[in-house]
């Protein structure tokens, strides 16, 4: 080795350069780390406000659903309270319906109070006053004009103040029509504006840089956390919530300028469910912002510290496994109980089903044993009373003709409430004769011509598993009428290497990818359920503007069948 090599190296300015070069690094290394640092904290920290947006959005959404699905049986448990009678008989009934509605508002946070009003805005009993003041009247107010339309279900008020007590409320209207299907009032439920605000609060943690409300299509806002609204006012025109209204898709969480305050939000808005409702949830980008520069400070220390650049590097690799690795085992943690939690509700659901069928089977046998024989007695004694009726009392026999003729038509009756309930070809004929029969009662109500295809040999299985098959063509024929559009269908069911296999396909206007996505309809989620519980599988194919195509399939037990069928089977209206 040449002693004077080191000597030569120094002054050719090797190690100069290579000093400038660590001392460069020393200074451009911290800033570069810190840069990167800060872009993928603040780059995290959006991602966690929009997931933070997105799930507080839905859990509003979730829970204004729950509180709407209630209220609506509040007003179903109203309705079977005040029967079919007319206003006189109503009002003639007020203390005991008084009573009854006061113990069912009693019971449900949300209510403030529930009125039973007639055609002309006037009440007729309440669950808050007794007796009701009979100059009191709500025909000026516009959401009882609205229910009074044809085509109006449940109607929604804007925020209203009691002239009293000032205090806030909201109305759930529902329409009520008399015996001749005219406009017979209205079935009110006053909701409480604070009992969605303080859930709010909860959800948002009493954050004040998140805004969660409640608005109808109209954009006025029903109800708001943090501050409530005035009466009246209107979302501004950057909010989600407006394209929603207008009939566009609903979009992700994005970042909108408010006209009102001219501050940026991460904003997301959701209808809620079949009502003409909506959740808008925002959240401050200032505070976002903020909650960022709180984070950083420690991480810019460190990298302005030129002697622990590499010590920082590995400090925050290390921070940055920790992380991840925390939120690995975080996402394991949630889905292993949102998996836990699907199961339980697909099992509750199952049993539920189960339950119910059990119920229309019980229901049915009643009606059958019971109400058969009574009307077959009954028709028996009138066609007597008839006989005897043309010598003696020859002007009462029209009368009676009538009389024998509502018997068998309540007879008829009966037979559809007990096929609705459970069919009884699917009973004593087995799944071909009750899909035959229903398919042509169908198509024959309908006037939509459907092409059933059946196996040669029809497979054996199960009572229960005939049946889940039945509701799968049943609910799917349903939806066809409901919502398809279509021009033809067809039913076939095949049996493939020890499976059951039922489909229904229609020509008609398809579900769009979205929807199919993500399913809100308690028809699809219904004959999910039903399939699962005997091991099967389902499925359904769609697409806008292609028509829909359900499949379900379920193992089948080997066992011989005698009856042979015919192979295509065509039903036309």
Same mark, same amino acid.
């Given at each position: ?226 501050? !409530?609204? *005035? ?9 989600? =919530? #407006?394209? &929603?209204? @207008?009939? %566009?898709? $609903? ?87 949102? !998996?836990? *939690? ?9 049993? =539920? #089903?189960? &339950?119910? @069928?059990? %119920?229309? $089977? ?47 038509e309540t007879a008829v009756l009966k037979r559809r409430i007990i096929d609705g309930l459970r069919p009884m070809l699917l009973q004593h004929l087995g799944l ?23 196996p040669d040999r029809m497979p054996v299985i199960t009572d229960d598993a005939a049946l889940a098959l039945f509701r799968v063509v049943q609910e799917s024929l ?96």
């Open positions: 080795m040449n002693p004077l090599a080191p000597i030569r190296r120094l002054n050719d300015g090797s190690a100069q350069r290579g000093l400038r070069i660590l001392m460069a690094a020393s200074v451009l290394l911290p800033l570069l780390i810190l840069v990167v640092v800060a872009w993928h904290d603040y780059d995290e920290m959006v991602v966690r406000s929009s997931e933070r947006v997105e799930r507080t959005t839905r859990i509003a959404r979730e829970h204004a659903l729950k509180v709407f699905e209630t209220n609506e049986i509040i007003l179903r448990r109203v309705r079977d309270l005040i029967g079919t009678g007319n206003d006189a008989a109503v009002r003639a009934r007020e203390e005991n319906i008084h009573a009854k509605l006061r113990d069912i508002a009693q019971g449900v946070p949300q209510v403030q109070a529930i009125w039973i009003w007639n055609a002309e805005g006037r009440p007729l009993a309440s669950s808050g006053i007794y007796p009701v003041p009979a100059a009191l009247s709500i025909a000026d107010r516009d959401d009882f004009r609205d229910v009074q339309l044809p085509s109006a279900r449940l109607v929604f008020s804007d925020t209203l103040r009691g002239p009293a007590s000032e205090r806030a409320y909201f109305i759930m209207n529902e329409r009520r029509d008399d015996s001749n299907g005219r406009f017979g009032g209205a079935i009110t439920i006053a909701l409480s504006p604070e009992y969605f605000a303080a859930f709010y609060e909860e959800v948002a943690a009493r954050d004040p840089a998140m805004t969660i409300a409640l608005a109808r299509p109209d954009a006025s806002v029903i109800t708001r956390f943090p501050d !409530a609204p *005035a009466p009246g006012i209107r979302v501004g025109s950057h909010d989600p =919530l #407006i394209p &929603l209204i @207008e009939g %566009e898709a $609903a979009t992700a969480v994005s970042l909108a300028t408010s006209p009102e305050d001219g501050k940026r939000r991460y904003v997301m808005a959701q209808r809620v469910g079949k009502y003409p409702l909506f959740v808008s949830v925002g959240l401050l980008r200032s505070a976002v912002v903020d909650a960022w520069i709180g984070k950083l400070w420690l991480p810019a220390a460190a990298a302005f510290t030129a002697g622990l650049a590499l010590l920082l590097l590995a400090t925050l690799t290390l921070q940055k496994t920790r992380r991840e690795q925390a939120a690995v085992a975080q996402w394991q943690a949630e889905a292993t109980r949102r !998996a836990a *939690a699907e199961r339980a509700l697909s099992h509750l659901s199952q049993h =539920l #089903i189960r &339950l119910s @069928e059990v %119920e229309k $089977a019980k229901l049915a046998a009643e009606l059958h044993d019971e109400l058969g024989g009574a009307l077959s007695a009954m028709a028996l004694d009138l066609t007597w009373v008839l006989e005897r009726l043309r010598t003696k009392a020859p002007e009462l026999v029209e009368r009676q003709n009538q009389a024998l003729k509502l018997v068998q071909d004769a009750a899909l035959r029969d229903h398919v042509a009662q169908w198509s024959k109500k309908t006037g939509i011509p459907v092409e059933l295809s059946l349903t939806n066809v009428a409901n919502y398809a559009d279509a021009r033809a269908v067809s039913v076939a069911v095949a049996e493939h290497t020890e499976r059951v296999t039922v489909e229904v396909a229609d020509d008609g206007v398809g579900i769009a990818p979205e929807i199919l996505a993500h399913p809100t309809s308690h028809g699809i989620t219904g004959m999910q359920q039903r399939i699962a519980q005997f091991g099967g599988t389902f499925e359904v194919r769609s697409a806008s503007g292609s028509g829909t195509r359900i499949m379900a399939s379920i193992p089948s037990r080997t066992a011989p069948a005698a009856i042979l069928r015919p192979n295509v089977a065509t039903a036309h209206a």
